[in-house]
């Protein structure tokens, strides 16, 4: 039976993903991303916009800019938070698509996963990439590792030493974030698959080989994924 619970997880608030409004809403007005799919994308808010001007139903067009390449989009708003706004892309040109499905690849999210800074300690680890991609162990006093999860495309994978492996969905709840400079603490709604689902695990497992870990740290991870090699 599939269960809710809910988690705070740190976001950064800057970083080279942003999109452009270039007409509508506010012409020029440049807005970080907080994730990213095929379909849409949900842009951060400042502390500042209290009531943006941005209505909900909308439709914005202006640049996306992956990784230093601006490619031309069509958006309407669907939802609108606290401090956030989820658009739906309309009528992408397949070059977009393409760099769309290229950007969002669980292989080069793995290449793009960093050390967290100011986030690790004795008992934590932190990775975290674009879209909301985050790797993110627990450790005992002796060291070895008895939580790791991975968030990635709306997703969820979990291993915990008592309880062993699930998997799941991830939706933003519609709380304000606490914002602390750059970083953000998002409130994550998570709804667990009754039982582990082959697809996520896939994908936990290329981002996991994609990634920068030292490889026994790979090994670790695949294991308790219960993938093979």
């Not at 939802?79 to 989820?86: A, K, N, Q, V, W």
Request: glycine share 8%; net charge negative; with cysteine.
């Amino acid at each position: 039976m599939a269960t809710t619970e809910r988690r705070k997880l740190p976001r950064l608030s800057l970083g080279s993903i942003q999109f452009r409004i270039s007409e509508n809403g506010i012409p020029g007005r440049i807005f970080p991303l907080k994730d990213l799919s095929e379909q849409g994308m949900s842009l951060w808010l400042d502390e500042s916009d209290s009531a943006p001007s941005v209505g909900d139903g909308q439709i914005l067009e202006g640049a996306l800019n992956l990784r230093h390449e601006k490619f031309p989009v069509r958006a309407r708003t669907v939802s609108i938070s606290p401090d956030r706004i989820g658009c739906r892309f309309e009528d992408l040109s397949s070059e977009t698509s393409q760099a769309l499905k290229s950007f969002l690849d669980p292989s080069v999210l793995g290449k793009e996963l960093r050390l967290f800074p100011g986030q690790q300690d004795l008992q934590s680890v932190e990775y975290h990439g674009p879209s909301g991609t985050d790797l993110i162990f627990r450790t005992a006093p002796d060291g070895r590792y008895i939580v790791f999860t991975i968030y990635v495309l709306g997703n969820f994978i979990h291993w915990e030493e008592e309880t062993g492996l699930s998997t799941g969905e991830t939706r933003s709840s519609n709380t304000r974030c606490e914002q602390r400079g750059v970083m953000r603490l998002e409130t994550l709604e998570l709804t667990t698959d009754s039982t582990p689902d082959p697809k996520k695990l896939n994908v936990a497992k290329t981002l996991v080989l994609s990634s920068n870990l030292p490889q026994d740290t790979k090994n670790w991870c695949i294991r308790q994924l219960g993938m093979p090699y």
